[in-house]
């Protein structure tokens, strides 16, 4: 049976929530991590004319949590985004993996790859046209 008494609602920036409800515990989550999405103009213009790298966790980011890791397969749409991104960014994989397993499971070439939380690194052989040799100024991790 539900209460009819009301319920006690919170709001904060605009935004309403039960100090009952999980959203709290994100809420309050967000107020210390902010979304980088938030924060995406201020991001493009901190880094004009600059050059960026993205750096990538494989499980959990590119493919989800699973209870066999051996089960841990990206999607074809994640593939297929990390692909296109690459195409305008260097990209890289870091994993706690081998190198040689998670750049099986990846499966994209024009990835620079680590295993090892780093400590096994292998970069390509031939840089992208659309990379210069010029170092990143800004690099994100995900």
């Not at 998670?102 to 990835?111: A, I, S, T, Y």
């Amino acid at each position: 049976m539900k209460s009819s008494s009301p319920r006690n609602i919170m709001k904060y920036n605009g935004s309403e929530f039960s100090p009952n409800d999980a959203d709290v515990t994100y809420h309050n989550w967000m107020l210390t991590y902010p979304s980088a999405l938030t924060s995406i103009e201020q991001i493009v213009n901190n880094t004009k004319g600059k050059r960026i790298s993205l750096f990538l966790d494989y499980d959990g980011t590119l493919s989800p949590i699973v209870d066999n890791p051996d089960h841990a397969f990206m999607s074809n749409a994640m593939r297929a985004a990390v692909r296109n991104v690459a195409k305008c960014f260097p990209t890289s994989i870091i994993s706690g993996r081998s190198r040689e397993k998670v750049r099986k499971f990846v499966g994209l070439k024009e990835l620079y790859y680590a295993g090892s939380h780093g400590m096994d690194i292998m970069c390509l052989v031939q840089s992208p046209a659309y990379h210069t040799t010029k170092v990143p100024n800004y690099i994100f991790f995900a």
